[in-house]
């Protein structure tokens, strides 16, 4: 029997949205819902970006997985409130962007950061007695600060992952690397600026980039279906959803304080980040 599911989406948008930072878990989803979009053989991708950035290898996966799908049907990034740093970098694999005039983009650069706890060590009386086979096998280590050929050796690098990502952003934005290396400092700008500096192409909210990728690949922007792979919700959000409170054992009756789930998951996620990519250079905006 033959379903008519591949008509429905070949007259339809597919959609993803990336939120929050690009980490592991972003990449996978995001890549899972490329190759499925793919196979469906969907006419057009609606990109919703809404990250200040995350890590290099994560943004650099899906920027290229989008790369490889522009032959097969047309990418439209909207920027939302703030797409910085891997999410800017992400966007570079669409056809076209489309960033609201107060959207935060930019944020173009590379940082890598350790952190030295030399000095509280010493004072509590804490040191660390360290094997290792070669000298900058503990590079970075928070227990000392770094040499001057350590730091030679992390410029280098960050240098090198800088000189990526301008390359990136000039390719597919049709810019010379010097004009892109005018404004990727690590400064952060508005919509409105960023579609001066050739970093955007229009200015319009999400549904303005959703009728825009309808009209690229000829659907009726009033009819074609807009289907979103949504990620998949973890247990806490699929029963507390939206900006509900969980309230804690008894709060009904006494006056114990809230648990706000949405900023209690966005603490979490942070502070997995910030486990899992310790020492690793990000692109990322901090406020």
Not at 130 to 146: M, N, Q, T
């Amino acid at each position: 029997m033959v379903w008519p599911f591949p008509l429905r989406f070949r007259k339809s948008i597919a959609r993803i949205e990336v939120t929050g930072v690009i980490a592991a878990a972003t990449r996978k989803r995001v890549l899972e819902a490329l190759k499925e979009i793919e196979e469906k053989r969907f006419p057009a991708l609606l990109l919703r970006i809404d990250s200040p950035g995350g890590t290099v290898g994560d943004s650099q996966e899906i920027y290229t997985a989008l790369q490889r799908l522009k032959d097969k049907l047309k990418i439209v990034a909207s920027f939302g409130n703030i797409s910085a740093s891997g999410g800017v970098y992400i966007g570079m694999g669409a056809d076209h962007i489309m960033a609201n005039p107060g959207t935060i983009t930019g944020s173009i650069g590379v940082i890598l950061r350790g952190n030295n706890l030399e000095r509280l060590l010493d004072r509590v009386g804490v040191s660390f007695k360290v094997i290792k086979s070669g000298p900058y096998k503990d590079i970075l280590a928070f227990d000392r600060e770094l040499t001057d050929p350590e730091k030679g050796i992390l410029q280098e690098l960050i240098d090198v992952s800088y000189g990526q990502f301008v390359k990136t952003v000039a390719e597919a934005r049709r810019l010379s690397e010097d004009t892109v290396r005018g404004f990727a400092d690590g400064r952060i700008f508005t919509g409105e600026q960023a579609l001066q500096l050739g970093v955007v192409d229009r200015l319009g909210s999400e549904d303005e980039a959703r009728r825009w990728a309808a009209e690229l690949v000829g659907l009726d922007p009033e009819k074609a279906e807009c289907i979103t792979f949504d990620e998949k919700k973890p247990l806490l959000k699929r029963l507390v959803p939206g900006n509900s409170s969980l309230i804690l054992p008894g709060a009904s009756s006494l006056p114990y304080p809230q648990l706000a789930v949405p900023a209690l998951s966005a603490t979490l996620e942070w502070l997995e980040f910030e486990r899992s990519t310790s020492g690793i250079p990000l692109w990322l905006y901090r406020p």
